[in-house]
């Protein structure tokens, strides 16, 4: 005849005081992954650098006394600025000399002479303008804010013509917004440089809706749920 045995439930059990207590387990999870969204991201090279290495663009490096400045071969008010504005504006993203000076420097001097040329060429830029921004290195999205702000200004209808590109332009702008050092009483001298991120950005902000027309705002806000009028 099988004998049966009861089972004693472990919380009913005896506990043998001398016995040590098992260690509880350590946890081989780590925390959540980093969602990456300040990390910089790399880009392929500009078709900027591709036409300067062929000698295609009209400019040059000149070393004067007083540092470099660009050599133009041609005037700039004879410039296709449908062929030339979006390429000099894709190579905002470059890093390397002299590169991203002749971009950077060629590009303003592009938007300070083009009146009437630069409105027609906008829907052509703005690709340039997100992938330089996508890159969310604070160096290149720091030039291309100071670019974009004399873009919007260059022209009296310019500032519209952007408002239709804000989903584009703005989403990497609401990531970095608050990017603002804390330093107490201690001095920020990228203030006096102009190279503060967070208020590039709300200066770069307040432009657009200052010159985006009545539909900015409402664009701004949607996408930029932190803004604040500057203007109302």
């Not at 600025?81 to 420097?105: K, S, T, V």
Request: with cysteine; glycine share 6%; net charge positive.
């Amino acid at each position: 005849m099988q004998r049966c045995t009861k089972v004693i439930p472990p919380h009913k059990r005896a506990v043998d005081p001398t016995k040590p207590k098992p260690k509880a387990r350590k946890s081989t999870r780590g925390g959540p992954p980093s969602a990456g969204a300040f990390a910089k991201r790399k880009s392929p090279p500009s078709d900027f650098r591709r036409y300067y290495d062929r000698g295609d663009l009209p400019i040059a490096v000149e070393h004067t006394a007083g540092g470099n400045r660009v050599l133009w071969k041609v005037e700039i008010e004879k410039l296709d600025f449908h062929h030339y504005l979006p390429i000099f504006f894709d190579g905002l993203r470059e890093q390397g000399h002299p590169y991203a000076f002749l971009a950077r420097e060629g590009t303003i001097n592009m938007l300070e002479h083009g009146q009437s040329k630069i409105l027609p060429v906008v829907p052509q830029l703005i690709i340039p303008i997100k992938t330089a921004l996508n890159t969310r290195d604070p160096e290149i999205i720091c030039r291309v804010l100071h670019v974009l702000q004399l873009l919007v200004v260059s022209g009296e209808l310019v500032g519209e013509a952007l408002v239709p590109y804000y989903r584009q332009i703005l989403p990497v702008l609401n990531i970095f917004i608050n990017c603002n050092r804390n330093i107490g009483d201690s001095i920020d001298f990228r203030q006096k440089k102009r190279n503060c991120l967070g208020d590039l950005i709300h200066e770069t902000l307040e432009l657009l809706e200052r010159h985006g027309g009545p539909d900015a705002f409402i664009n701004l806000k949607y996408l930029i749920p932190s803004w604040t009028s500057a203007v109302l």
